[in-house]
Antibody, heavy 116, light 107 residues
């Protein structure tokens, strides 16, 4: 069964950092690109970042470019997003998704709250 | 960035109704459009890609049409399980963007 599961969310102060993880199972992870997407009541769904299977290419939304870094560990079937310089507007549910070639399988999401 | 405009934002309908949701792109995206369904408290679920290619397990009452800049999602006979929010999303190059969603609610 193809699954992805996010973890690492929580409450962080503005300007702080957080690293989210996404563990995958049920498919050949090392051959598949992966995405991060977030959702807020105000802005809806927002695609954030994509990483190719071999990490050769990474793409980011302008809203997070320079602050967020996507990476992966193919030995652990896991992707990460390192989120730095967090802002209140980064408060959202963060999802990872398997590239299929769109967002084929989503996790349940992890909530990130940026607040003092 | 390509802007995706969905309409209507809310749609009130009854079981058995035929409903259509429209999604417009600010520039051509050829056929590179996906539709998702989201229920409260759940992650979005992929319904179709390439504008009209239904994913495995999605009921045939769902259909998609369009190319270029204008696309539609139609539910031929609305069922109780279909009351949800629907999103379109282009994948014609990064950054991918979503429409703001259409909430299909019970009339």
């Amino acid at each position: 069964q193809v699954q992805v599961m996010e973890s690492g969310g929580g409450v962080v102060q503005p300007g702080g950092s957080l690293r989210l993880s996404c563990a995958a199972s049920g498919f050949t992870f090392s051959r598949i690109g992966m995405h991060w997407v977030r959702q807020t009541p105000g802005k809806g769904l927002e695609w954030l970042s994509f990483i190719e299977s071999d990490e050769n290419k990474r793409y980011y939304a302008d809203s997070v470019k320079g602050r967020f870094t996507i990476s992966r560990d193919n030995t652990r079937n896991t992707i990460y997003v390192q989120m730095d310089s967090l802002r209140p507007e980064d408060t959202a549910i963060y999802y990872c998704a398997k590239d299929d070639p769109v967002l084929g399988v989503w996790g349940q999401g992890t909530l990130v709250t940026v607040s003092s | 960035d390509i802007q995706m405009t969905q309409s209507p934002s809310t749609l009130s309908a009854s079981v058995g109704d035929r409903v259509t949701i429209t999604c417009r792109a600010s520039q051509t995206i050829v056929k590179w459009l996906a539709w998702y369904q989201q229920k409260p408290g759940e992650a979005p679920k992929l319904l179709m890609d390439e504008a009209s290619r239904l994913k495995s397990g999605v009921p045939s009452r769902f259909s998609g049409r369009g190319s270029g800049t204008e696309f539609t999602l139609t539910i031929s006979s609305l069922q109780p399980d279909d009351f949800a929010t629907y999103y379109c999303q282009h994948y014609y190059g990064f950054p991918w963007t979503f429409g703001r969603g259409t909430k299909v609610e019970i009339k």
